[in-house]
């Protein structure tokens, strides 16, 4: 039952490694081992890690381990072993206690592997933490037991009558080590030890952790002065994208870090003051204000307004954003008395000595909301100024540390919850827009928040109050877009409700400097050689609307609405020159109506790019609406996203529903063949090939013969297979749209044609190949047909889709002659009764078990048929003896 262990004398190892004798075991391999040598090391390293083990399982099975384990002090023996500074068992018994510590579940066994003050011995240990594998093991190690700090477990780290705490002492020392993950490890421990409550332990900590939160916020002003140089100098290339993103990264991750100690009772009216004095004012509020002290450091306009925006987005504690928010909306440059300057190769803070700005007087109030107001204006060289100043704006709306009084008294345009003119508006808008919910969802969710009271319209009834209405709505916005129908009654309950409403009280003061600098936006799109890129005109759009929930000036929406008409016009009279003459704009339009459904305002992917200055070639590999055009297609490919955004806008401002977008060529009664429809090809012009497929796709794998027949419709093409079940009749394998259907012959097989159809984009996927694939025909003659039939058939799709295009802008249309000329036949297929012309029925026979019944039945009547053609099942003079078939998908 037992062996002897050679080098451990009088020990026996029993064969349980989960039991309380194998824990006596490990014990004796420590005591007759306490001085390490080259020849027990790895004994040593073994034993460690199975007491680990078995301490882990003794904590879930038998409370004897911990018993035994306390008794014997084997922490103590783990002591005696790190103190003979042995690198390769400091390492093992490291990683042995991080196990431990994290394993342990029951309360009374943390208690007990924490008594003693062992531990605390541990923590104090000078271990050699320029080993990069001790280092990793020992801070994993104190970020295990910081996760264990609670009330009841603090005062076995913290000794209240020495004042000891070493814990906290030693992860002060690692807070600015070169490794990242180190110190962000150290900010996640005292983050976990601020958050105890123990009056006694907080005390303590306050007094030692003022200096670390100091050269915390100095680190965010050398992180931000650090980017803001890097983007002075930089190109907006790949490589310096990825480095900026990492900057961005770093910087934001602090902010969020600082964010979660502000909202740390303890500590944040410390760390608010130093937020306050040593980063937002000396640095961000001096950068957006005349210069007053030429050795003054100080961000580009286009960093600082990022900065600002990235705290006011992330932070939300209330005395620190109302004592900023405060300063940039109302005081002048007096409030700021230190700014940061350069000594030698570090920054440090001193006070200003100059009393007035350098040619600007120093009384002007609002000095830095006049600077935001200039960042619109749209004679500079870009538009990054107007994009901050755009997402600035954006975050106020959405900082969630109740700003809303301090943004009415500076007249600023915001919801407040008492306003019943707010939620009247932002019912309107709600509704107006449902054809594109899904969009302007981050736009009215902040006026939900900003509008949810008890609050009940007392001349609507009860079960139609505007809460209701926007808990409605917003169960609409949640609905994907193919389950909803503008037609909807409950859409018709939610207008007939809104237009119930009472009317609102007189409108508040607000600035109309604010208004006019979001229509100077506006305007340079419609003005030539624009430097506006289409991501900064959609957050334009977005801020306009958040903003117009709570103002009821008339003359303000119809200025705004009259200057929408004004530009789309503008924009039209450009794009509509283009839409009978360029070949491929129907790809740019369908492409560029899918990217605009995308909504691009999402500041956890997006926002460091747009610090760069603006990159104009595709080589940069920007996407477009996030740079400058290059090239005609460019140029008009970003008109066509303006037009689309102030399309959208005139339409919420004015309450209706766009219905000519997205365009459909087929009408509610011609709906499109889909994969598995069955359909009637009696009388069609048939057309079998073998179909190779030349990557992978829903018809096969690269390399597969597969007998189909081709069929054509006015729009589609068609790969069948025959339905053995039912004659006359096949079932759909592969659809695709004629118009992005490309036809070459094969010039060394005359009986094969290369065919590539595309599938139309959307907001979830771009446009790319769903079929590629090789028609083969029996002869050269059917090729040929086959080939004439795509490319007419394609032309005519590409006609009557470019028609709609037309109807719905509203440029002259193609001559309808030149369309149907050019298709052979309309309606290539067997029409069942009540089909619009060029579709099929999508049909299903009713349930019968007896074999070969639809096949006997239509050859019956295909004999009572004296035209030789089969009578429509669905028909209602067919006998009775004839199956009724339902639509259905197979």
Not at 312 to 319: D, S
Not at 626 to 637: C, I, Q, T
Not at 850 to 863: D, F, K, Q, W
Request: overall charge negative; proline content about 5%.
């Amino acid at each position: 039952m037992f062996r002897k262990l050679g080098s451990s004398g009088s020990l026996w190892k029993p064969k349980n490694p989960h039991s309380l004798d194998y824990l006596k075991y490990l014990q004796g391999v420590l005591t007759k081992n306490e001085k390490v040598t080259e020849n027990n090391k790895k004994i040593l390293v073994e034993a460690l890690r199975a007491i680990a083990e078995i301490l882990i399982w003794g904590d879930q099975n038998d409370a004897s381990v911990f018993d035994f384990f306390l008794e014997r002090q084997m922490l103590l023996h783990f002591l005696k072993i790190m103190e003979q500074g042995n690198t390769p068992l400091n390492v093992q018994l490291l990683q042995t206690l991080n196990i431990l510590f994290e394993n342990i579940r029951h309360e009374t066994s943390l208690y007990f592997l924490l008594s003693n003050n062992h531990v605390n011995s541990i923590i104090s240990h000078k271990f050699d933490l320029q080993n990069d594998e001790i280092m990793a093991y020992y801070i994993s190690f104190l970020k295990t037991l910081s996760f264990k700090l609670n009330p009841a477990t603090i005062h076995f780290f913290f000794n209240e009558t020495t004042e000891e705490f070493p814990l906290l002492i030693e992860v002060l020392k690692l807070y600015d080590w070169n490794e990242s993950m180190v110190r962000i490890a150290v900010r996640n421990i005292l983050l976990n030890i601020v958050r105890v409550d123990d009056d006694s332990m907080i005390i303590f900590v306050t007094k030692h952790i003022k200096e670390y939160l100091s050269e915390l916020i100095d680190s965010l002003v050398a992180l931000s002065i650090e980017m803001d140089t890097f983007v002075r100098s930089a190109e907006n290339v790949l490589a310096n994208r990825e480095r900026l993103r990492g900057k961005v990264d770093d910087l934001i991750d602090l902010i969020h870090y600082i964010g979660e100690l502000l909202e740390v009772e303890a500590v944040a009216e410390t760390l608010s003051i130093l937020v306050t004095t040593r980063y937002l004012s000396p640095l961000l509020l001096s950068s957006l204000s005349p210069r007053r002290d030429n050795h003054s450091l100080l961000l580009t306009p286009v960093s600082a307004l990022f900065f600002f925006s990235q705290f006011l987005l992330v932070v939300r504690h209330h005395e620190t954003i109302h004592t900023f928010l405060s300063s940039f909306l109302f005081d002048n440059q007096k409030t700021l008395m230190t700014h940061w300057i350069r000594h030698e190769q570090t920054f440090c803070l001193e006070p200003i000595t100059l009393s007035s700005p350098v040619g600007e007087p120093i009384n002007e109030d609002c000095v830095f909301f006049d600077h935001l107001l200039e960042a619109f204006d749209t004679c500079q060289m870009d538009d990054s100024r107007a994009f901050y100043g755009l997402m600035l704006i954006y975050s106020m709306f959405q900082n969630k540390a109740d700003v809303g009084e301090l943004l009415t008294a500076a007249n600023f345009p915001v919801l407040r919850e008492s306003t019943s003119l707010a939620q009247q508006n932002l019912a309107r808008l709600r509704i107006a827009s449902t054809s594109s919910m899904k969009r302007t969802r981050a736009i009215t969710e902040i006026g939900v928040e900003a509008t949810e009271e008890d609050e009940i319209f007392h001349d609507v009834p009860e079960e139609q109050n505007l809460e209701d209405l926007v808990d409605d709505v917003m169960v609409v916005n949640q609905m994907p877009s193919d389950d909803f129908d503008l037609d909807d009654t409950s859409r018709s309950r939610f207008q007939s409700a809104a237009d119930e409403l009472p009317p609102p009280p007189p409108s508040p003061g607000y600035d109309s400097r604010l208004f006019d600098a979001l229509a100077s936006i506006i305007k340079a799109v419609g003005a030539d050689e624009n430097r506006i890129r289409p991501i900064t005109l959609e957050l334009a759009c977005l801020v306009i609307r958040q903003i117009l929930m709570t103002v009821d000036d008339e003359k303000v929406h119809a200025n705004l609405t009259n200057l929408c008409e004004e530009i789309r016009k503008k924009l039209l009279a450009y794009i509509g020159q283009f839409v009978n003459q360029e070949n491929l704009f129907l790809e740019w339009f369908e492409d560029e109506y899918a990217e605009f459904e995308v909504n691009h305002v999402n500041f956890d992917i997006i926002g460091y790019e747009m610090l760069l200055p603006p990159a104009a070639t595709p080589l940069s590999n920007l996407l477009l609406h996030k740079r400058l055009p290059s090239g005609f297609e460019e140029r008009l490919r970003t008109q066509i996203v303006f037009y689309l955004h102030i399309r959208k806008l005139e339409r919420d401002l004015t309450g209706e529903s766009d219905a000519e977008l997205p365009v459909r060529v087929f009408n509610s009664e011609q709906e499109p063949v889909a994969v598995g429809d069955c359909i009637n090809l009696h009388n069609s012009d048939l057309l079998s090939c073998t179909v190779v497929p030349q990557q992978p796709c829903a018809l096969g794998k690269p390399g597969d013969r597969l007998p189909r027949f081709l069929v054509t419709d006015r729009l589609q093409l068609i790969l069948v297979e025959p339905d053995s079940r039912k004659a006359g009749w096949a079932i759909v394998r592969f659809v695709g749209l004629l118009q992005d259907t490309t036809i070459n012959g094969d010039s060394a097989d005359s009986k094969v044609l290369h065919v590539v159809v595309e599938g139309q984009p959307s907001r979830l996927k771009k446009r790319q190949a769903v079929l590629t694939a090789k028609l083969v025909f029996d002869d050269h003659i059917r090729c040929m047909a086959a080939k004439q039939r795509l490319t007419k058939g394609r032309q005519t799709a590409r006609g009557l889709k470019l028609q709609a295009i037309c109807s719905a802008l509203g440029v002259p249309r193609v001559d309808p002659s030149q369309i149907t000329s050019s298709s052979p036949r309309m309606n290539p297929f067997r029409i069942v009764k009540g089909c619009a012309p060029g579709s099929v029925r999508k049909t299903v026979s009713t349930s019968s078990s007896r074999p070969g019944y639809y096949s006997a039945n239509l050859r019956t009547a295909a004999s009572r048929n004296s035209s030789g053609v089969p009578e429509d099942p669905t028909h209602p003079a067919s006998s009775s003896s004839t199956p009724s078939f339902a639509a259905r998908r197979n």
